[in-house]
């Protein structure tokens, strides 16, 4: 008996594990940065170069960095799920516009709306190495102490609104 | 018009060159840590390239990022340290050995002892089975002498 059912639980325990390979999503790479401090940063705001944003200026908030850039055609697809969260006017969103050009980057706001409190522009992808940004867009979530609470990879759709940023922002809001 | 032909390939060799870009070093030593560094770093866009290997942006970017902190006189632990620090144990394609990426480098020759104890299990298992079916040929054998031995007597 046990000649047949050893083979048969091997076999059952590689299908499990090569199942869990395969729904694994390679793109997601744990971010060694969730809980530690937000990089500091310290960059032009795109429509007023002038001025720069640095990190101390969003302390004592709980808010959202949007990586994005005009050539990134996944950042138009999650556009209009910020453009309806800011409307919510529960967090601020700070836009990282990444490798791009102002030019650029301005036209493409004007086109599809400007969910962003500021743009800043991180040109030489500095800030973006700072932040382990590998795959635009990237958005992450930052509570009052300055803390990386949650990194979201890839395009931001409603549903994750609701059932994750939502109720972070909630929680980190209620954090003294 | 012969000298079509070479012009394209003339072009095409460029755009194959043009993956890497070249980096100058006054030290060599500089040179050959640049080297291993840029070997050993994953490119994450491309995951399954090196950054020495890939031309996508990122990689661009990683190889700017080693560079200058090797001219800035860094050693190459603190250039690993900062690149584990901001993309994860990922970014290595050699991995540090620590509680986290134990499994990965231990995994192997946990397969490997188990493998060797299957192999002696199975061969102990054939050797006792042999002995018996041995001793029971033998005991057969034996049964069979006594009773031609029985019958000749009578």
Redesign the interface.
Known sequence: MLKFITPLILFIAMVIFLAMGLSLN?RD?????INKPAPEFSLPILATPEKVLSKADMAEKVWLLNVWASWCSSCRAEHPVFNELVKMNIVPIIGLNY?DEPWAAQKWLNQLGNPYQVSIMDR???T?????V??VPETFVIDKKGLIRYKHTGVVKWNDVQQTLLPMIKQLNAEI | MKSLPILILLVLSFQCVAGVEYKKFDDPEKEQAYRVLIEELRC??C?NQTIADSNA??AK??RR?VYEMLEKGQSQDEIVDFM???????VMYNPQFKAKTGVLWIAPFVFLLSGFILVWIISRRKKTENNMEAKEQQKQKRAKIKSLLDQGEQ
């Open positions: 390679p790479i744990p971010s060694p940065l490798k030489e992808g500095r973006g190495i700072d932040y382990g590998y795959a | 994450l866009v995951q942006d990122l970017d990683l990022q584990i620090a901001r993309y994860g144990d990922f």
